[in-house]
């Protein structure tokens, strides 16, 4: 295990600084953007393009890095997302701004997965989980270490586009001056929706809709904490307290989801992030303590969601499909990041900032009553057969790669299939292998 994890170090390392990167970019542009007097849809389609170039960034980037090889194309990636921080700094305009978005998103698809790649291949079956943890607790601190350099610059200058700049050139050097072998070339997730649904409609609608609401939130957070009245500081305070919020809720929750029906826990969790929308919504709180205190609340239930959605569908899901059945699961999340901004800004300008949360809570109502609805018609799987929880915090970033679930693989510890109830007891999924992802 030791060794393991000092094969590792290094890349490590080196995601740490891409995700004080990624975390100081994501809030700094529309903090800025926001001082510009720029239109809260214009600042909405930040996060949709972002969102747009990292899923084509999943499909495309693969056949990129078998061209030209991990080293290359991870320098390539990451030289294009540095220019780019220090040419948003230099160029202040919204079209730009959005279209260097796009082409960001896609470059981090492509680090991403290189970097998940890399450490899949050096995880052993015996270390693979700690790896996974280690590396989601650093994005974790990566995301909120940069977030929270925003107080400490005034935002309407270049410098800290400049420190973007210099995180994301650090977190270059690991990989290129590394002498180990690169890891084998990098697989494309085929996207089945007809087959996602199938294996669990709660699952594939419920994640779509988690997409909408974190890609909604994740983009235009910092615009609804500047529309409200908060400091930087208060608004990277909060950013940063709903990923920590939501991280420490992973567990709890998880496990609840391991002993009850899944689909009972996401209603429960969608229905407290649903209220807790609805009060900001509706009461508009002028505390900055208490504003804070109902969004923390609502960070630390909704990104419960996600994991426990992937967990459902893999309930129904052969072991050996797990990495199918969940990549596929975060194209469709990545595509409900892509729906969320661009209805969020219009409804942001339309009405009042607070009414970010007035679509997030619409996505979670229709969450909880659609999980009701099929806890009505499909039979839970039982507690002996389900899959094994894991953790997967979607705060810190829109969302996760396909590589990822590779190295969070936990096929080879479910329990052997014994026939999965279905909508009338006996699932016809589990035995039909038209059905599975294989």
């Known amino acids: 295990m030791k ?44 996060g949709t393009s972002w969102a747009g170039g990292f899923v084509i960034g999943c499909l495309v980037a693969p056949k990129l890095v078998r061209r030209v090889g991990h080293v290359r194309a991870f ?11 220090l040419v948003s700094g230099i160029i202040i305009h919204p079209i730009w701004w959005v279209v260097l978005r796009a082409v960001t998103g896609f470059s981090t698809a492509g680090t991403s997965m290189i ?18 943890s280690l590396y989601i607790g650093i994005t974790l601190l990566g995301v909120v270490g940069g977030q929270m350099m925003i107080p400490l610059e005034d935002v309407r200058t270049p410098v800290l586009f400049m420190i973007c700049g210099i995180f994301y050139c650090i977190a270059m050097l690991p990989t290129t001056l590394s002498t180990a072998a690169s890891p084998q070339p990098l697989k494309a997730v085929r996207l089945d929706l007809p087959a996602l649904y199938r294996n669990s409609p709660v699952s594939c609608l419920g994640i779509l809709l988690v997409g909408i609401a974190n890609g909604a939130y994740g983009t235009l957070g910092a615009v609804f904490g500047a529309g409200a009245g908060l400091s930087d500081t208060s608004i990277a305070v909060m950013m940063s307290a709903t990923i920590f919020a939501g991280a ?50 609502y960070g630390a239930v909704a990104n419960t969601l996600y994991p426990i959605a992937v967990a459902h569908a893999n309930d129904f899901a052969a ?26 800004g219009p409804v942001m300008s339309v009405i009042t900032p607070h009414a970010l949360f007035l679509v997030t809570a619409i996505a979670h109502v229709l969450i909880t009553v659609y999980a ?22 979607t705060g810190t970033s829109p969302m996760l790669t396909p590589q990822s679930m590779s ?26 292998p038209a059905v599975k992802f294989g």
């Not at 099929?374 to 997967?392: C, F, K, L």
């Not at 510890?413 to 589990?430: D, L, N, R, V």
Request: aromatic share 6%.
């Open 3 to 46: 060794r393991n994890l000092l094969s590792v170090a290094a890349l490590l390392f080196g995601t740490l600084f891409l995700f004080m990167g990624n975390g100081l970019q994501g809030i700094l542009l529309p903090v800025r953007g926001n001082l510009e007097g720029y239109a809260t849809t214009t600042l909405g389609l930040l």
């Open 372 to 393: 009701i609805i099929r806890s009505r018609i499909r039979a839970a799987v039982p507690a002996s057969d389900r899959d094994a929880y894991t953790t997967i915090p």
């Open 75 to 85: 320098s390539g990636f990451i030289s294009i997302i540095a220019i780019i921080a």
């Open 407 to 432: 190295l969070a693989d936990r096929g080879s510890g479910k329990p052997p299939e014994t026939g999965k109830p279905s909508e009338a007891g006996k699932s016809p999924e589990s035995s039909d």
């Open 248 to 297: 420490v809720m992973q567990l709890p929750a998880g496990r609840l989801s391991d002993r009850i029906d899944r689909r009972y826990v996401l209603a429960a969790m969608s229905g407290v992030a649903a209220l807790a929308g609805l009060l900001i919504f509706l009461i508009h709180p002028t505390s900055p303590a208490l504003l804070i205190g109902l969004v923390v609340l």
């Open 115 to 132: 970097i998940e790649s890399w450490l899949n291949e050096r995880a052993s079956n015996e270390s693979r989980g700690a790896i996974f």
């Open 319 to 344: 072991s050996e499909d797990f990495v199918k059945v969940s990549g596929g699961l975060l194209l469709l999340y990545g595509i409900g990041t892509v729906i969320g901004p661009t209805i969020g």
